[in-house]
Nanobody, 117 residues
């Protein structure tokens, strides 16, 4: 079974940076889609960024484009989110997720890590 464990959250001042990590186990050798989502108090969950495992193709939400970078280490089975120029509105619980079908249906989620700006 796929398991995802996030780390790296914390408190940072506006303008600062953080790097989130998501260690995955149980992922197949075939192609899959990994993503970061976030959810702020009282708000709906928001997609942040995604990456295709085989090609490294990345996409970003408009609110983070140019500030956040999603990356992966396929050997370590680890997903990263480098967050720069953080704003107060980036405060949320951040989740990594996996979609083994690559159609945007994320069936596996981590427990989340809190980011406070």
């Amino acid at each position: 079974d796929v398991q995802l464990v996030e780390s790296g959250g914390g408190s940072v001042q506006a303008g600062g940076a953080l790097r989130l990590s998501c260690v995955a186990s149980g992922l197949p050798d075939s192609n899959y889609l990994m993503a970061w989502f976030r959810q702020a108090p009282g708000k709906e969950r928001e997609w942040v960024a995604s990456i295709i495992s085989s090609t490294g193709t990345r996409k970003y939400g408009d609110s983070v484009k140019g500030r956040f970078t999603i990356s992966q280490d396929n050997v370590k089975k680890t997903l990263y989110l480098q967050m720069n120029s953080l704003k107060t509105e980036d405060t949320a619980v951040y989740y990594c997720a996996a979609d083994l079908t690559c159609v945007g249906k994320f069936g596996y989620w981590g427990q989340g890590t809190q980011v406070t700006v």
